[in-house]
């Protein structure tokens, strides 16, 4: 009985000296601001968390205000517990030409009067690169346009974009010289005429 007491005891003795609880670190959360065009194609960047960088690719498409998960990244455990994770939420600034809504983009395009009533080409900036386009005659202003697949990527899907719709605004010209006041005056005479 002795033999199995000991046995026993020891086991018993041993338990209680390694029942320290392992806990979990704590989780982090951090915010990483970006402009828009840094979110348009996926890129690595290097974050500085507790003292340690971090090298992550930054997926194209994440939207304002999404949080991720980088599993491991937070506070260190106690007692070999594991570490936290990091949370990080995207605060992406808003573009000064693009209004962005999902993977869709929203742009205003000048068209001056001339091409606007007579018709032609227009140049028009994308997020990747400049576009011609043709101008019907007699566009109204605020006219919308479809440019299929020239908007924003959508996140996780490889190859896959938005559209981009432009909403065309007519200028009128300004500092007119005389002559050309008269030939307005004229067109004006035409079309009241006309009526």
Same mark, same amino acid.
């Given at each position: 009985?002795?033999?199995?007491? *000991? ?10 000296? #390694? ?19 840094? $979110? ?9 968390? #507790? ?10 498409? &994440? +939207? ?10 937070? #506070?260190?455990? %106690? ?9 990080? =939420?995207?605060?992406? =600034? ?7 809504? @999902? *993977?869709?983009?929203?742009?205003? &395009? ?11 080409? =227009?140049? &028009? ?5 400049? %576009?011609?386009?043709? %101008? ?5 202003? @605020?006219? !919308? ?8 990527? %959508?996140?996780? !899907?490889?190859? &896959? ?5 432009? *909403?065309?605004? $007519? ?5 007119? *010289? +005389? ?9 004006? !005479?035409?079309?009241?005429? @006309?009526?």
């Amino acid at each position: 009985m002795d033999f199995f007491e *000991s046995m026993f005891g020891e086991e018993a003795r041993g338990r209680s000296s #390694n029942r320290q609880t392992r806990f979990r670190g704590q989780d982090l959360h951090a915010e990483l601001q970006l402009d828009l065009i840094d $979110v348009y194609q996926s890129h690595q960047r290097t974050l500085t968390v #507790n003292g340690k960088n971090i090298r992550l690719t930054i997926p194209a498409g &994440v +939207e304002h205000e999404q949080t991720i998960k980088i599993t491991g990244h937070g #506070n260190p455990g %106690v007692n070999g517990g594991p570490n936290g994770d990091l949370y990080l =939420t995207f605060s992406i =600034t808003d573009h000064p030409k693009f209004k962005r809504e @999902g *993977s869709n983009l929203y742009a205003n &395009v000048e068209l001056d009067l001339y091409t606007a009533l007579l018709g032609g080409e =227009t140049t &028009v900036d994308t997020l990747d690169g400049k %576009v011609k386009l043709k %101008v019907a005659p007699e566009t109204q202003s @605020g006219t !919308k346009v479809k440019l299929k697949g020239k908007g924003f990527p %959508v996140y996780k !899907k490889e190859n &896959v974009f938005g559209d981009l719709y432009l *909403s065309y605004q $007519v200028k009128l010209p300004t500092k007119l *010289s +005389e002559q050309e006041k008269a030939l307005f005056n004229e067109l004006a !005479k035409m079309r009241s005429n @006309g009526k």
